[in-house]
């Protein structure tokens, strides 16, 4: 079992930049393969990064952030971080992280096994 809480939405202008942080409780989180996912109002839930467990080596992107958005972990610190800069407001959505324990690395939303409670980002144009 592992808690999720995010941090670090707000309101921002097109074209600043924010970071989000997702601190882990509960479990051995280098063990977790991590990810970020976002929900726009009326809109699905859509993947946005992903990081694999242990050392991080792999990482995947959604397409429309791709180059504007980092993600990283800090396993000492127990948090996983995306960077985001060159926002649109198309970017405007819930934040959520995900720790996944079955799998080293996955894009997938149903192979998270736990979810945070979501982070507010709104960009304005």
């Known amino acids: 079992q592992v808690q999720l809480v995010e941090s670090g939405g707000g309101l921002v202008q097109a074209g600043d930049s924010l970071r989000l942080s997702c601190t882990a409780s509960?479990?051995?989180?280098?063990?977790?393969?991590m990810g970020w996912f976002r929900q726009a109002s009326g809109k699905e839930c859509e993947f946005v990064a992903a990081?694999?467990?242990?050392?991080?080596?792999?990482?995947n992107y959604a397409d429309s952030v791709k180059g504007r958005f980092t993600i990283s972990r800090d396993n000492a610190k127990n948090t996983v971080q995306l960077q985001m800069n060159s926002l649109k407001p198309e970017d405007t959505a819930v934040y959520y992280c995900?720790?996944?324990?079955?799998?080293?690395?996955?894009?997938?939303?149903?192979?998270?096994?736990?979810w945070g409670q979501g982070t507010q980002v709104t960009v304005s144009s």
């Open positions: 995900a720790a996944a324990s079955r799998y080293s690395f996955t894009t997938t939303g149903s192979s998270y096994d736990f």
């Open positions: 509960g479990a051995t989180f280098r063990s977790y393969a």
């Open positions: 990081i694999s467990w242990f050392d991080g080596a792999n990482t």
